[in-house]
C-alpha cells in the first residue's frame, strides 16, 4: 500500500505540510539537511457523554434549604437510575452551602449592616457514560424530577490516547511521504533521519451544550431533546530532519 493510500485508510480527515531546504553550518552537524513537517487531523465519532446535572434550592434557614435540596436530589438520582444509568456512571461531583447576603441601599444611611437573608444549597451530579443515546432522556427525566440546573453536555473519547498514536502514524506518514516526494523532485537523497518532533497533538471535543435555570421550564414539558453526539477532532504534527545528499 502507498503512503498516500495508507493516509486514506486510517481516516486522515486534512493534512498540511510545511517544508524547508537548507544547509546548515552548525559546527556540531554541518550537513545539508531537509526539514517536513507533517501535519494530521482525524473526525472520530465520540464514543463518551459527560454530563453535570445539578439541584439549587434555597432557604431562610440551613437545614430546611439542605432536606430539600436532598429530598429532590434523590428524586433526580432515581429517574436516571430508572432512565438507564448504572451506580458507576455517576457521582457527587460537587456539594455547597453558601448564606445570601442582604443588598445594599443605593443611599445606604450609616445605621445599614450586612445580615443574612436565607441559604442556598447546590448539588451537583457528574455523570460519565458510553450510553450515548440517553442524552436527551437524561434531560427530560432529571428536569422532571427536580433537577433546575445542566452546566453542559460533552461528547468525548472514551480512550483519546488511542486515537491520538494513530493521528501522529498519520502525521508520520505524511511527513515521509512528502520528504520522500521532494528528494526527488530536488534530486538529492535521503540519507538517515538527524531528529524526530512531535509538535501538537491531542483532540477536540465538539463544543458542548448548554442548559441554563432559565430554560429548565421550557423542557419539563418537552419531549426527549434530539441530540447528535458528532465527532471529535484529533490531532497531531510531526517534524523530521533528514540528512540529504546529492543524488548520484
Known sequence: MTPRRLLTA?????????????F?????DDVPRLTVRGDA???????QLRMRIGVVTEAAEAT???????????????????AGLGESEYRTGRFSIRP??????RQAGPEWTR????????????????????????????????????DGITFDLADPR???????????????????VLARASEVTLVRILSIHLGDSGHRPPMPTMLRAENMAAAVTAPAPPIQPGNVSVQASVTIVYEI???E
Request: with cysteine.
Open 24 to 28: 546548515d553550518g552548525n559546527a556540531l
Open 64 to 82: 430546611a434549604a439542605v432536606a430539600q435540596n436532598s429530598r429532590r436530589m434523590t428524586s433526580v438520582v432515581a429517574a436516571i437510575r430508572k
Open 115 to 150: 445580615r443574612i437573608t436565607g441559604y442556598e444549597v447546590n448539588n451537583t451530579l457528574a455523570i460519565r457514560t458510553k450510553k450515548l443515546d440517553l442524552a436527551g432522556k437524561l434531560i427530560e427525566t432529571a428536569n422532571a424530577a427536580g433537577a433546575n440546573s445542566i
Open 41 to 47: 487531523v482525524l473526525h472520530k465519532p465520540a464514543d
Open 162 to 180: 488511542t486515537h491520538r498514536a494513530e493521528a501522529i502514524a498519520a502525521a508520520t506518514v505524511n511527513a515521509r511521504s512528502d520528504a520522500a
Open 100 to 105: 445570601k447576603y442582604n443588598r445594599r441601599p
Open 245 to 247: 545528499a546529492p543524488k
Open 10 to 22: 486510517i481516516g486522515l480527515a486534512a493534512l498540511c505540510t510545511t517544508v524547508a531546504i537548507g
